[in-house]
């Protein structure tokens, strides 16, 4: 089949400065009383410090450029500043930790516990050593609700739900012109199938400043609810008769070098074994893509959402792994979803990235077949293939993150797992879900 060309073109890799940093600190003076230093943990908590204008710019003056935070610096990246349209005088600018007292002052140690580093290792590796650049573009679907009820089944989201007045679309349309205002490209909301669901179409960016975006975008949507006397929640299931919420994510794989041809038509050499290594260690990398319990009431087979079993298609959405535009250079790309609003975006693009490097560093070849139509749990057991290991076995992907960040990681997503699932039965169990996510 011929290639054809299909949608919107962006240069790769691509960079779309925030309409703040473009202009010099000393002219952010007249438009901004607040900073917010923000970062998301290993429990996908955004957390952040708030600092007056004067005192930030002494800080970005020092020799230093950040504060001290515990044991750790909580350094700035000025580039990523962004105005918070929704907060009076306000911006967002994203921070990551390093060495407090570092052996080599020219050079600190990123922290191993800081998701923001370990994806931003990830990537440069990936251009350094394999020539490899990434665009990353995200799908937000979240559900308002009436702040005092835990399940809200009041509004129905059909095109109905968005008519004029309404306070959906009064919502709705205040989150798009606050993420125009900081510099994200929405493509496009609409509302969802489920009873007050909604989603975002956000354009893509490279893999650091996608889930930078991402941060900005959730505080976005939760703010401007809040606002509106209603809460938003990503949470990944509500109910039990109806869609549930993902944050599927789309990634595009670029060789700086021109690629081969591969075995499977269509696909590059390069585009096949990260496809081949995404796939090999999917049941291992849920863990940070699907990070709590309620994660996997979303993933069931026969419902669209991706269903429980390792396989791709093309343009198949019973499936994990979806092949969209297969025939274009311009915009193909590989949805995930088996992604959803629990994941620390950082840590969730870490582990996509890095087990498609696997695969592309060893060059594994690509042995699934696409399932282009049906659902894998509809198929024979000799047919389906896949497998269920779990991170801590998995020792490629213990190597790339590091055995302390693992362990780590494995240690905190335990406690939060438990003390979701610890509230007092069901109902109570999902309001400190919607409350914290």
């Known amino acids: 089949?011929?290639?054809?060309?299909?949608?919107?073109?962006?240069?790769?890799?691509?960079?779309?400065?925030?309409?703040?940093?473009?202009?010099?600190?000393?002219?952010?003076?007249?438009?901004?009383?607040?900073?917010?230093?923000?970062?998301?943990?290993?429990?996908?908590?955004?957390?952040?410090?708030?600092?007056?204008?004067?005192?930030?710019?002494?800080?970005?003056?020092?020799?230093?450029?950040?504060?001290?935070?515990?044991?750790?610096?909580?350094?700035?990246?000025?580039?990523?500043?962004?105005?918070?349209?929704?907060?009076?005088?306000?911006?967002?600018?994203?921070?990551?930790?390093?060495?407090?007292?570092?052996?080599?002052?020219?050079?600190?140690?990123?922290?191993?516990?800081?998701?923001?580093?370990?994806?931003?290792?990830?990537?440069?590796?990936?251009?350094?050593?394999?020539?490899?650049?990434?665009?990353?573009?995200?799908?937000?679907?979240?559900?308002?609700?009436?702040?005092?009820?835990?399940?809200?089944?009041?509004?129905?989201?059909?095109?109905?739900?968005?008519?004029?007045?309404?306070?959906?679309?009064?919502?709705?349309?205040?989150?798009?012109?606050?993420?125009?205002?900081?510099?994200?490209?929405?493509?496009?909301?609409?509302?969802?199938?489920?009873?007050?669901?909604?989603?975002?179409?956000?354009?893509?960016?490279?893999?650091?400043?996608?889930?930078?975006?991402?941060?900005?975008?959730?505080?976005?949507?939760?703010?401007?609810?809040?606002?509106?006397?209603?809460?938003?929640?990503?949470?990944?299931?509500?109910?039990?008769?109806?869609?549930?919420?993902?944050?599927?994510?789309?990634?595009?794989?670029?060789?700086l070098e021109t690629s081969a041809p591969s075995p499977t038509p269509s696909l590059n050499i390069v585009e096949s074994t990260f496809l081949a290594g995404l796939l090999e260690h999917l049941p291992a990398i849920q863990v940070f893509t699907m990070a709590l319990p309620p994660s996997y009431d979303r993933m069931l087979d026969g419902i669209w959402s991706g269903g429980t079993y390792v396989c791709w298609g093309d343009s198949n959405k019973e499936v994990p792994v979806r092949l969209c535009n297969r025939y274009s250079d311009s915009s193909r790309n590989f949805e995930v979803k088996c992604v959803d609003g629990l994941a620390n975006p950082h840590l969730a693009l870490a582990a996509i990235l890095g087990a498609g490097m696997l695969g592309i560093n060893s060059r594994r070849a690509l042995n699934q077949k696409d399932m282009a139509f049906g659902y894998a749990a509809g198929l024979d057991e000799a047919t389906r293939k896949g497998t269920r290991s779990r991170l801590a076995q998995d020792a490629s992907l213990v190597t790339l993150f590091g055995e302390e960040t693992i362990k780590g990681y494995l240690a905190t997503n335990k406690i939060v797992a438990e003390w979701l699932e610890s509230a007092g039965g069901k109902d109570e169990n999902t309001r400190r879900l919607i409350e914290h996510f």
């Open 1 to 255: 089949m011929s290639t054809k060309e299909y949608g919107v073109t962006y240069d790769r890799p691509q960079s779309v400065p925030t309409s703040l940093s473009r202009k010099s600190l000393q002219g952010l003076k007249t438009l901004i009383d607040f900073v917010q230093i923000v970062w998301s943990d290993f429990t996908n908590t955004t957390r952040c410090r708030v600092l007056p204008w004067a005192y930030f710019e002494k800080l970005m003056q020092s020799s230093q450029g950040h504060g001290a935070e515990g044991e750790w610096h909580l350094a700035i990246d000025i580039d990523t500043i962004r105005a918070c349209p929704y907060r009076e005088r306000t911006a967002m600018v994203m921070g990551w930790f390093q060495e407090k007292w570092p052996q080599n002052p020219e050079k600190p140690l990123d922290c191993v516990y800081d998701p923001r580093s370990i994806l931003r290792r990830i990537v440069d590796e990936a251009r350094r050593t394999a020539k490899v650049t990434f665009l990353v573009g995200f799908e937000i679907e979240f559900t308002l609700l009436n702040r005092d009820e835990p399940v809200n089944k009041k509004w129905f989201s059909t095109a109905g739900s968005l008519r004029s007045g309404a306070v959906e679309t009064t919502v709705l349309t205040a989150i798009a012109n606050s993420l125009k205002d900081g510099g994200v490209e929405l493509q496009m909301f609409h509302a969802e199938a489920a009873p007050g669901q909604y989603e975002l179409v956000l354009g893509p960016l490279p893999p650091v400043e996608a889930a930078d975006a991402i941060i900005y975008t959730r505080e976005t949507i939760y703010n401007i609810a809040s606002d509106h006397k209603l809460r938003a929640t990503m949470a990944p299931r509500l109910y039990s008769d109806n869609c549930g919420s993902a944050m599927h994510t789309h990634v595009s794989v670029s060789a």
